[in-house]
């Protein structure tokens, strides 16, 4: 199972709008509604954002949503503030198998 | 609140062996299907396993399938990563996570990481 394909950077300043793209096959992104997304700070563990392609986990502020087309998802990261600079992460379920992405780093300028 | 305690990782020889633990509290843990996941050094995400509930479905990656054995002692609350014959590539932060919200399929809480460190 190869890894989903996510642009390794992204960027905007601050109160602008980020979407990062994650892009797989029918076999996981396009054939199942589980897409989730996670936000991972260096030397921490990743947090749950997204989930089911677009629901929010009690907490997660709304100006992070989730979509999909396809066999392409996307997370946008609307008002951008300093804290959001970090890694963030797509995983799909596939069958019998979970991928996730190759990660995409946010940098708030 | 959801807590996740990794242990077990150490400095292995490639061949060698090594048993990782994840103390699971905060939740009813034989609720859930508990993951583990990996991060590589500077790298990016791996699932790597997943154990249903009551340990009676068993999923791995082909990349550590047939030498990794997940497992899980319920009365316990713990989750266990077998790991044999082991190769520099296993080296990573090994997570345990909790499998997730709405029909499941994602990860709603993770532990700190436990390394696991494979070299001569």
């Known amino acids: 199972q190869s890894a989903l394909t996510q642009p390794p950077s992204a960027s905007g300043s601050p109160g602008q709008s980020v979407t990062i793209s994650c892009t797989g096959t029918s076999s996981d992104v396009g054939g199942y509604k589980y897409v989730s997304w996670y936000q991972q700070y260096p030397g921490k563990a990743p947090k749950l954002l997204i989930y089911?392609?677009?629901k929010r986990p009690s907490g997660v502020p709304d100006r992070f949503s989730g979509s999909k087309s396809g066999n392409t998802a996307s997370l946008t990261v609307s008002g951008l503030q300093a804290d959001d600079e970090a890694d963030y992460y797509c995983?799909?379920?596939?069958?019998?198998?979970?991928?996730f992405g190759t990660g995409t780093k946010v940098t708030v300028l | 609140e959801v807590q996740l305690v990794e242990s077990g990782g150490t400095v292995v020889q490639p061949g060698g062996s090594l048993r990782l633990l994840c103390a699971a509290s905060?939740?009813?843990?034989?609720?859930?299907?508990m993951h583990w996941v990996r991060q590589r050094p500077g790298k990016g995400l791996e699932w790597v396993s997943l154990l249903s509930w009551d340990g009676g479905v068993t999923y791995y990656a082909a990349s550590v399938k047939g030498r990794f054995t997940i497992s899980r002692d319920n009365s316990r609350n713990s989750l266990y990563l077998q790991m044999n014959s082991l190769r520099p590539e296993d080296t990573a932060l090994y997570f345990c996570?909790?499998?997730?919200?709405?029909?499941?399929?994602?990860?709603?809480?993770w532990g700190q990481g436990t390394l696991v460190t494979v070299s001569s």
């Open positions: 996570a909790k499998n997730g919200l709405g029909d499941g399929y994602n990860f709603d809480s």
């Open positions: 995983s799909s379920y596939a069958g019998t198998s979970y991928v």
């Open positions: 905060g939740f009813t843990f034989d609720d859930y299907a």
């Open positions: 089911d392609v677009n």
